[in-house]
């Protein structure tokens, strides 16, 4: 008893799914009744088979059902076949075209391939469609097809089908008579596996009178062979291309007014016999940059002048062949005497094997002597502006900026090593002036800043504008006729720079005193531009004063550190190890001193460790 269908008596749905299942269905073209586990099969008229109904199945499964437009799906039977047509009173023309049977749906099409210059249009003559037969031409095979009826067929009427279709048939197309002469392989199996059927050998297909005239007409006339050339024109051709001797010749009229001697080179070209003239150019001729004298061409041997306009004839002329062409002859180019001096090795090579003559240079030929090259002097610098930029203006026409090389002030950006300094004039108004001078390391330039003390009188403030300046020294070592490429030789460097140097700038003599930390732990990192901050250079420059003057030995010197060292810590400030240096006057400069000096200071807070100065010292 079920549960009635009222609120509260509802029983939950378990379901899943909750399609309809399908209970009619036609496989095979008979109608299946699905009822519970039992199938019911009633035979109806087959929809797609002309051979009547199919039997009543009372039970066990059926074949699985495959469509007739997938079976034969693509499948295509490609025939060869020819008609012909009507042009003119007597004439006919000859077309052949493909026919193609889709066993599908039993339609046909037929093409013609496309021929130039057929006259007609080609292409698709019949687009695919089912055809009805007009009259039957050719008995067809006797063969069951079982394919399906083509579509769209009307009652009463009979279309062309595979059947009617074969090597040898003739068949009529909407008034086209076609008869077919051969197919592909394809259609040949398909006749044999399905119809067991062998299709007849293919058939000539004759040859279209239109076709064949204008083949004759486009055919190219065969002409006359032209006359073969010369062999012994093209065995030199093949032998001598590429090569060509090489004369060193001289023009000398001097003799005329405003003459000179001139120098050229004579090409002879040995695959055609001709010539060509090059000048060899010398520098400051005051000539054009063009160096051909004379173009690649015949040369005569007899110039008459030039030929007159009216003249209607070419006279004959006789030209300068490779056997003209000797060492001392004079050659007339064109009305110009030019005598062979001498010629290159392949030029010796050749006369040598061919004629048997040795080509030696002439020496009574005279060369015009060389001019004497004028030394470039570079005049001094005028003060105006920079003296890389006067230096352009002396090297070219168009001055150039002078180069500046970008990788050095890129890697030196903002690195300045900083000195403290004072006048080296030894005048009293000036030896309590202070200056700061720094060495800019991107472009080597040199700036003074002046610290002006209270109650002096003389203003804080720039002392020197920043730039380059020149080492007195290296600039009245360098000659007058100095090079341009030396110029950047005579500034300063930065391994003029150091603690204790004398740098004159603009004839003030500034004396380092101090440097600041930064420039001395450059100084200590570059020891080969520094080698006064070298501390094994140092104590090694020390030993060796030290041997050389027995009286300063450990005896009379070692003992001031010890009174300077108060509290017995074997440790003294780093001024009075400085002063006790000087004093000794070994022959150290300020910044060796220094050097020594901050090794020894093991703490970095200024006082030096004696005991280990002492040890090294000892060690000679």
């Known amino acids: 008893m079920s549960i009635p269908f009222l609120p509260g008596f509802s029983a939950p749905d378990n379901r899943t799914t909750f399609y309809k299942s399908q209970t009619i269905s036609n496989p095979n073209a008979a109608l299946k009744y699905a009822s519970g586990k039992v199938e019911e099969e009633i035979a109806l008229p087959s929809l797609s088979s002309p051979f009547g109904q199919r039997s009543i199945k009372k039970s066990g499964p059926s074949a699985p059902f495959v469509p007739a437009h997938v079976t034969f799906d693509k499948k295509v039977l490609n025939f060869t076949a020819f008609w012909t047509e009507d042009v003119e009173k007597g004439k006919s023309r000859v077309r ?7 066993l599908e749906d039993s339609t046909i099409q037929v093409r013609e391939p496309k021929v130039a ?8 003559i019949i687009s695919r469609q089912i055809i009805p037969k007009q ?7 006797q063969i069951n097809t079982n394919l399906p009826p083509p579509k769209g067929a009307r009652s009463g009427v009979t279309y062309y089908g595979a059947e009617d279709l074969y090597v040898g048939a003739d068949v009529n197309f909407y008034g086209r008579r076609m008869h077919i002469v051969d197919c592909d392989h394809f259609t040949r199996e398909f006749y044999k596996n399905q119809f067991d059927v062998d299709l007849a050998h293919s058939e000539p297909i004759p040859l279209d009178p239109h076709t064949e005239q204008r083949k004759l007409i486009d055919k190219p006339l065969r002409t006359t062979q032209p006359p073969s050339p010369d062999k012994a024109k093209l065995k030199k051709f093949l032998e001598r291309d590429g090569k060509v001797l090489r004369f060193f010749c001289v023009w000398n009229n001097s003799d005329d007014l405003y003459g000179e001697k001139r120098k050229f080179i004579l ?5 055609d016999d001709s010539v060509e003239v090059r000048e060899e150019q010398e520098p400051n001729s005051g000539r054009g940059t063009w160096s051909v004298f004379m173009k690649k061409q015949k040369l005569p041997k007899k110039f008459t002048g030039i030929a007159s306009i009216h003249a209607h004839t070419k006279p004959e002329e006789d030209f300068y062949t490779d056997a003209d ?10 009305g110009r005497k030019i005598t062979i001096k001498d010629c290159d090795p392949y030029t010796q090579e050749f006369y040598r094997t061919k004629y048997g003559i040795e080509m030696v240079a002439d020496s009574s030929v005279q060369e015009q002597p060389e001019s004497s090259s004028v030394e470039h002097t570079i005049p001094p610098h005028s003060g105006f502006g920079s003296e890389e930029d006067s230096l352009s203006t002396c090297l070219s026409l168009v001055p150039k900026a002078p180069k500046k090389d970008f990788h050095k002030m890129a890697e030196n950006d903002k690195k300045i090593l900083r000195f403290t300094a004072i006048l080296a004039n030894g005048k009293p108004l000036d030896q309590d002036r202070r200056f700061v001078v720094s060495f800019y390391l991107a472009d080597n330039t040199v700036g003074v800043f002046e610290n002006g003390g209270r109650n002096t009188g003389i203003p804080s403030g720039k002392f020197f504008e920043r730039r380059k300046v020149k080492h007195p020294e290296r600039v009245n070592a360098q000659a007058p006729g100095r090079d341009h490429k030396d110029i950047d030789a005579q500034y300063y460097a930065q391994s003029d720079f150091y603690v204790g140097a004398t740098i004159e700038i603009s004839n003030h003599r500034f004396t380092l005193t101090e440097a600041d930390e930064f420039a001395l732990k450059y100084m200590e990192a570059n020891p080969s531009e520094f080698p006064s901050a070298d501390f094994d250079i140092t104590i090694n420059k020390l030993k060796e004063l030290m041997s050389k003057n027995v009286s300063t030995s450990r005896q009379p ?3 001031r550190f010890i009174r300077e060292d108060l509290n017995e810590e074997g440790k003294v400030t780093s001024e009075r190890f400085r002063a006790i240096m ?10 060796e001193i220094i050097t020594i000096s901050r090794r020894f200071d093991i703490d970095d807070n200024g006082m030096i460790h004696y005991p280990s100065f002492l040890k090294a010292v000892n060690k000679i």
Do not use: C, M
């Not at 052949?96 to 889709?102: P, S, V």
């Not at 009259?135 to 095979?141: Q, R, T, V, W």
């Not at 062409?325 to 064109?334: A, C, D, P, R």
């Not at 000087?582 to 910044?591: A, D, F, I, S």
């Open 582 to 591: 000087r004093e000794l006057k070994w022959g150290l400069n300020e910044q």
């Open 267 to 271: 090409h002879y070209y040995l695959v």
């Open 117 to 124: 210059n057929a006259g007609v249009l080609q292409g698709v």
């Open 557 to 559: 010197w070692h003992e």
């Open 135 to 141: 009259d039957e031409l050719s008995p067809p095979l």
């Open 96 to 102: 052949q075209g493909n026919l193609y049977f889709f």
């Open 325 to 334: 062409f000797k060492i001392g002859e004079t050659i007339n180019v064109f």
